[in-house]
């Protein structure tokens, strides 16, 4: 079976190895910190100090960092109730109307956090512990986030896929 080749493959193979390894950069941090933390903790009555702190921040990371990816492999939980029904042309419309709602939604976070981060950083707020400036966290999370909202607009310019009859072999 051939596959057609989709609109702006390009980005795909630029972001998603980067971003892809991003997260799983973050996500190895996470385990390695937890797995440390939870041995010093129990073995020698020591927690890692400010481990929960960088826990917190490396999930947020990790979360956000992983969207882009997720998007661009169009592989959210959907519900399939109607998709064996639905013509190719209302399949078509369903999902450029979904990717442009998901597009403006992820963009007015993007921005909102744009405009958090910078209040956190003009208030020059730090986490509790560590001191970390608590800006640079929402300035990574608010350009990952215009990273899905650029994923979703490449993904309103592709064809739909009939995930049904795909996982069914068809």
Not at 99 to 114: D, E, M, N
């Amino acid at each position: 079976m051939t596959s057609r080749r989709q609109p702006l493959e390009g980005f795909d193979r630029a972001l998603t190895p980067v971003v892809g390894c991003l997260a799983a950069s973050l996500l190895m941090l996470l385990m390695l910190l937890t797995c440390v933390d939870v041995a010093a903790r129990y073995f020698f009555n020591s927690p890692i100090y400010g481990g929960f702190e960088v826990t917190e921040m490396l999930l947020a990371a990790m979360i956000f960092a992983g969207l882009p990816v997720v998007t661009l492999r169009n592989e959210h939980v959907t519900v399939d109730l109607f998709e064996a029904i639905t013509p190719d042309w209302l399949l078509r419309i369903q999902h450029a109307f979904a990717c442009v709602v998901g597009l403006l939604c992820t963009g007015f976070v993007s921005y909102r956090l744009w405009i958090l981060a910078l209040d956190l950083d003009r208030k020059g707020q730090t986490t509790a512990e560590l001191e970390f400036k608590a800006s640079h966290l929402a300035y990574t999370m608010s350009i990952l986030m215009a990273l899905t909202a650029v994923a979703l607009l490449v993904l309103a310019l592709r064809r739909p896929r009939r995930e049904a009859a795909e996982a069914a072999g068809v």
